[in-house]
């Protein structure tokens, strides 16, 4: 049986949402600007441990990673026993961004695909040796006096980095994107905008099930006015 919604307060003034919880596993809102697993300094909070330690949970695991400045749904196992099961569930699972790009996009749908290759820092797009990736994007609406559009992004592979660069690959990046929009003054900019949105996916009792946050107060602030995105999936 799954367990209501509820905002818990972590150490270091983050703050957190359980979206989802049941037996298995939970769906949990990641902040913007904490790592969500361990880095290499021991010291450095992330939202795992932070979560971990609040739920007394020490086996919790992070199934899906989120980069530091993306915000948003992330899915912890809870149960050891059951990391297979859980990876094949999000694997299977539908998966939705949104986003804020610089300028206007001449396009209102596309989908991309293409391979990427793996780096250090970020991630390159190549004709050949990479992973295919493959995403649908939709925008939502324009902001021309702020130079931005409002959009989703639908996964449908996984790759590290696959909006981020993709967008850039369009010429409209994610707005305050330090690595794949370097000559945007960042300075002024108080977060990357993109954010994990929506999971749709079957439990284990094979019941669908979508879930999703509530659009990041700072998207809004950002344009101007609040955003809103009418779809629900049937």
């Known amino acids: 049986m799954k367990s209501p919604?509820?905002?818990?307060?972590?150490?270091?003034?983050?703050?957190?949402?359980?979206?989802?919880?049941?037996?298995?596993?939970?769906?949990?809102?990641?902040?913007?600007?904490?790592?969500?697993?361990?880095?290499?300094?021991?010291?450095?909070?992330?939202?795992?441990?932070?979560?971990?330690?609040?739920?007394?949970?020490?086996?919790?695991?992070?199934?899906?990673?989120?980069?530091?400045?993306?915000?948003?749904?992330?899915?912890?196992?809870?149960?050891?026993d059951k990391n297979l099961e859980i990876d094949a569930l999000l694997k299977d699972a539908e998966k939705e961004y949104i986003f804020l790009c610089t300028g206007i996009p001449d396009w209102k749908e596309k989908r991309f695909e293409c391979f990427i290759r793996d780096g250090n820092k970020e991630v390159q797009i190549v004709r050949s040796g990479g992973k295919k990736a493959i995403t649908e994007f939709t925008i939502v609406s324009h902001h021309p006096k702020e130079n931005c559009s409002f959009g989703m992004a639908k996964i449908l592979t996984g790759r590290r980095h696959q909006i981020r660069v993709m967008l850039r690959e369009l010429g409209h990046p994610v707005l305050g994107d330090p690595v794949y929009s370097p000559s945007q003054p960042e300075a002024k900019e108080t977060r990357m905008y993109l954010h994990s949105f929506r999971l749709c996916f079957t439990d284990f009792q094979g019941k669908k099930q979508w879930v999703e946050t509530e659009i990041p107060l700072e998207f809004s602030n950002r344009v101007g006015k609040t955003l809103t995105v009418d779809y629900k999936p049937e």
């Open 5 to 80: 919604r509820r905002e818990i307060r972590l150490k270091g003034g983050f703050t957190t949402r359980i979206l989802y919880e049941c037996e298995e596993f939970l769906l949990a809102e990641k902040p913007e600007g904490l790592p969500v697993h361990e880095t290499k300094d021991p010291n450095r909070k992330d939202f795992t441990r932070l979560l971990a330690g609040y739920l007394n949970f020490p086996d919790l695991r992070t199934a899906n990673r989120l980069d530091l400045g993306t915000s948003g749904i992330v899915l912890l196992g809870k149960m050891s």
